[in-house]
């Protein structure tokens, strides 16, 4: 698998992570880009995994939807954690180093 083959992998799932997490809160895609001062074009263009998303906006959007970043990135997880819900910010030490790991080799794009 080549390198853009993989990026449109992880755009994809980390789009239907931001998906699932709008849906949980219950708000539109339009209450997500005015939250973030975004056009909703290019909220629309991250869930559908059409566009890379930055670092530092993938670090606003696990803000805003309160969960782990690392998990974004975790394939094994259909959804980001809530930190709300996690017991033990120590499971995810070695998330942050793999995220570290992965900012490293791709840059401050995914």
Partial sequence: MNDSTSLSKLNFAVGKKLQYLRVLKGISQQNVADDLNISTSTYSKWENGKVDITVGR?????????????????????????????????????????????????????
């Fill in 58 to 110: 993938l670090e606003q959007l696990a803000t805003y939807f309160e969960v782990y970043l690392p998990d974004f990135l975790e394939p094994d997880l259909q959804c980001p954690r809530l930190k709300s819900a996690v017991k033990s910010p120590m499971d995810y030490e070695h998330m942050e180093s793999r995220f570290e790991f992965l900012k490293e080799i791709m840059g401050t794009k995914f």
